[in-house]
């Protein structure tokens, strides 16, 4: 069964930094897309990005297009999500989560998309 670990969140200002990391394992070739999303108290879960595994192909919600920014280690299995100036509005558990194309490798913005998830890490961002 494939396992993902997030980490790397926590408490932090304003308009300051954070990297969240997700480890990987038990992925085969077949997972394509790794993505990243967060959920708020009383929202659903939303998309941030996401990043195939072979190319390196990026997209970005809008909300952290400019602010955030994913990689991938193909040779560690991890992904980290760089998040720079972070709001107050960022504050959510953040997710890993992997993606199995069958048809071909594309990048899906909706969670039921994903096969695979990580237990999530809390990021706050106070005033």
């Known amino acids: 069964q494939v396992q993902l670990v997030e980490s790397g969140g926590g408490l932090v200002q304003a308009g300051g930094s954070l990297r969240l990391s997700c480890a990987a394992t038990?992925?085969?070739?077949?997972?394509?897309?790794m993505g990243w999303f967060r959920q708020a108290p009383g929202k659903e879960r939303e998309f941030i990005a996401a990043i195939t595994w072979s190319g390196g192909s990026t997209y970005y919600a809008d909300s952290v297009k400019g602010r955030f920014t994913i990689s991938r280690d193909n040779a560690k299995n991890t992904v980290d999500l760089q998040m720079f100036s972070l709001k107050p509005e960022d504050t959510a558990v953040y997710f890993c989560a992997a993606d199995s194309p069958r048809r071909g490798v594309k990048i899906a913005t909706i969670p039921r998309a994903y096969d695979y998830w990580g237990q999530g890490t809390q990021v706050t961002v106070s005033s």
């Open positions: 038990g992925l085969t070739v077949s997972t394509a897309v």
